[in-house]
């Protein structure tokens, strides 16, 4: 693989304003240059996806890809949409490359944003054999093409009659996952879960969260102590500054502004807390503002979580 080195990453995520902690950075180029394509866990708001975006199109200034092709996982997707399928012409039935095939022809890294929301078998078909080393012959030809297609990793020999598409060995996937899901593991076969390198981008520590969040970004640095209950990255927390940057041209108080910004940033990543934690979320939230939206804050946390303890 061509030049894309941890020191270029680095300073690539530095300049877009992106923290991680110690060896990420270096655990991902590792990785790719070993040949591994690359599933990055982690928190909601990590960064994980801005980090998949920023990786390829590293990779493309190293001239690695010719670019890379975003994609977001859906529990819809079958082999059509990845692998393709027949679609009808002017002289006919023809095979219309899916999302996977279409990024190895162009030569463009497949980026996948939350893939534990495919169903495996279903959305990666063939796929799941190309990258467990061995071709596979698709019942399909292309346009104007005698033979089927076949798709054949980096190293083997294309199936006798084919029409061959083969797969750079630069070729990468790197998809991301906000949990590490260890239902996911039980769907991927061996042979392919060792395909993947699992990276885990860890939120930072507080005191980068501080260095983040100045000026009007230090209101939002009051909510830091939710991190005690949850894992929230460093986008959460960006988001909401932004918008009490705005809200406070309004000249409303600060505890309306950090009520308001729980309510829209903050609250929804709790979805599912329990009563105690219920109660930590109040006590928290709640000493940092006014009585006014203590009432208020007692009530939109009952009635979010479902319980009734707070009412």
């Given at each position: 693989m061509a030049d894309l080195s941890a020191r270029a990453l680095q300073e690539a995520a530095d300049a877009n304003g992106?923290?991680?902690r110690d060896h990420t950075i270096e655990q991902i180029v590792a990785a790719l240059d070993s040949g591994k394509h690359i599933v990055l866990t982690g928190p909601p708001g990590s960064g994980k996806t801005?980090?998949?975006?920023l990786v390829a199109?590293?990779?493309?200034?190293?001239?690695?890809?010719t670019g890379y092709l975003p994609t977001t996982a859906t529990s819809e997707w079958t082999s059509y949409e990845t692998i393709g399928g027949l679609q009808p012409g002017a002289d006919g039935l023809f095979f219309r490359p899916g999302l996977f095939v279409e990024a190895i022809i162009a030569g463009q890294w497949l980026v996948i944003d939350e893939m534990n929301r495919s169903n495996f078998d279903r959305a990666f078909g063939q796929l799941f054999t190309v990258l467990s080393g061995s071709s596979v012959v698709l019942p399909y030809k292309r346009a104007g093409g005698s033979q089927p297609v076949s798709l054949v990793p980096p190293g083997v020999e294309a199936p006798v009659a084919t029409d061959p598409i083969k797969l750079p060995a630069t070729w990468r996937i790197i998809?991301?996952?906000n949990v590490f899901d260890k239902n996911l593991l039980f769907e991927m076969s061996y042979a392919l879960m060792r395909r993947f390198a699992f990276i885990e981008v860890a939120t930072p520590s507080d005191e980068a969260y501080c260095n983040l969040l100045q000026g009007p970004g230090e209101l939002v640095a009051r909510l830091l102590p939710l991190r005690q209950l949850t894992d929230l990255g460093p986008a959460v927390y960006l988001d909401a500054s932004r918008y009490v940057a705005r809200r406070l041209l309004d000249q409303v108080t600060p505890s309306r502004v950090l009520f308001e910004v729980f309510y829209s940033y903050f609250l929804?990543?709790?979805?599912?807390?329990?009563?105690?934690?219920a109660d930590q979320i109040f006590e928290l939230?709640?000493?940092q503002l006014d009585q006014?939206?203590?009432?208020?804050l007692r009530r939109v946390v009952a009635t979010a979580l479902g319980l009734d303890l707070l009412v």
């Open positions: 992106l923290f991680f801005t980090l998949a975006y199109e590293m990779a493309k200034r190293a001239m690695i890809n998809a991301t996952m929804p990543q709790f979805e599912g807390a329990d009563e105690r934690k939230v709640g000493r006014a939206e203590q009432v208020e």
